[in-house]
């Protein structure tokens, strides 16, 4: 297991395509979340799930954004009719909760570059 | 909300000297903080969170929650500390998701 593992590594799209991203997070890995990162910006929550349930997204997600992660391994970003403002670097990250603290270890892949034309 | 923040977005110093990564957060509940950083053409990774209590890599980081600041300190920098570094928080009441600050690039100069 060499960790997240995210397809595309890049992806040049012209406005109003739309694009689909993979993540393989660590196999016994029971937590999947989506960051989106611009430049000179920290990562910016975008959705997470615990196994196949989606439990969280961000109200900053508009609704051409849709998230998968149909058997609870991997799981599917795609943005439809996708904008300029979309360009940005798309981070995977998993882990594996147990119990209610907030404090696990979040490990994060190299993510996926979009560039929106 | 959650809210991060780290004031600087660029700290230079030389090898051997001490070096603090300033964060302040605002969140009126109990959080949890962690410091994450990215090497050059490497992934972002956990360096340490607070619940830990832990050193790593010479890093110690204390909360203040009365000053609501997690602050980064190193007392001798080395050149391989050059990174992006960025504070996050979470909490079980912010339903788990971490709010992360704008970073702040490390250079050690030799």
């Keep these: ?117 | 909300a959650q809210r991060v923040t780290q004031p600087e977005k660029l700290l230079s110093v030389f090898k051997g000297a001490p070096v603090e990564l300033k964060c302040n957060y605002s969140y009126s509940g109990s959080p949890e903080l962690f410091w994450y950083v990215q090497y050059s053409r490497q992934r972002l990774q956990l360096l340490l969170r607070h619940i830990s209590r832990e050193s790593i890599k010479g890093f110690t980081a204390d909360l203040n929650k009365g000053e609501t600041s997690f602050h980064l300190k190193k007392p001798f920098a080395q050149e391989e500390d050059s990174a992006m570094y960025y504070c996050a928080l979470t909490s079980k009441a912010a339903g788990n998701k971490l709010t992360f600050g704008g970073g702040t690039r490390v250079l050690v100069k030799p």
């Design chain 1, 1 to 117: 297991d060499t960790g997240v593992s995210q397809n595309p590594r890049h992806k040049i799209t012209k406005r109003g395509q739309n694009v689909t991203f993979r993540c393989d997070p660590i196999s016994e890995h029971n937590r999947l979340y989506w960051y989106r990162q611009t430049l000179g910006q920290g990562p910016e929550f975008l959705t997470y799930f615990q196994n196949e349930a989606q439990l969280e997204k961000s109200r900053l997600l508009s609704d051409r954004f849709s998230a998968e992660r149909p058997k609870g391994s991997f799981s599917t970003l795609e943005i439809q009719r996708t904008e300029q403002g979309d360009s940005a670097m798309y981070l995977c990250a998993s882990s594996f909760r147990a119990g209610g603290t907030p404090n696990e270890k979040l490990f994060f892949g190299s993510g996926t570059q979009l560039s929106v034309l």
